[in-house]
C-alpha cells in the first residue's frame, strides 16, 4: 500500500516543510531559494514517479503537479507582491509577516482531500 501512496506522502512532507521553513526562517533569500528548491526536488521526484508509472492516469499527475506549481507562485509571490505595493518598513517588514500564519495547513488539507480523494477513487477504479 504504501508504495501506492509514496509519491503523495512524500509531496505533502516536503509541502507542509516548506511552509514551515518559511515561517521560521522569512526572509527573501528563503522563499525564494527555499521554495524552488523544494518545487525542483518535487518535480524530480514526480519525473521518478512518472517513470516507474505511479500516476493512475494523467488527471492524477496533473494534480500533483498542480502542487509544485503552487509551491513555485508562493516561492515568487513575496517577489512579485513587492512590485505593487509597499513592503513595508524596516521596523515591521512584509516578508516577516507574508507566510507568519497556518493557512498553509488549510491549503495542504484542500490539496490532500483532492489529490488523495482522486487518487483513492481512481485507484479502486482501476483495480490497481
Known amino acids: 500500500m ?36 523544494a518545487a525542483a526536488v518535487l518535480a524530480g521526484a514526480m519525473v521518478w514517479a ?8 494523467r488527471l492524477d499527475q496533473v494534480l500533483h503537479a498542480w502542487v509544485i506549481v503552487d509551491v513555485v507562485l508562493e516561492a515568487l509571490a513575496y517577489e512579485g507582491l513587492g512590485a505593487f505595493v ?8 512584509l516578508v516577516l509577516r507574508f ?7 488549510g491549503c495542504a488539507a484542500a490539496f490532500a482531500l483532492l489529490i488523495g480523494g482522486y487518487r483513492w477513487w481512481a485507484l479502486r477504479k482501476s483495480g490497481r
Not at 507566510?99 to 495547513?105: A, G, M, Q, T, Y
Open 2 to 37: 504504501m508504495s501506492r501512496w509514496s509519491y503523495s506522502l512524500f509531496m505533502l512532507a516536503v509541502y507542509l516543510g516548506t511552509f514551515v521553513f518559511w515561517k521560521e526562517w522569512p526572509s527573501r533569500s528563503a522563499f525564494v531559494v527555499g521554495g524552488l528548491t
Open 50 to 57: 512518472a517513470r516507474r508509472r505511479y500516476f493512475v492516469n
Open 86 to 93: 509597499n513592503l513595508g518598513t524596516e521596523q515591521q517588514p
Open 99 to 105: 507566510h507568519d500564519n497556518n493557512n498553509f495547513l
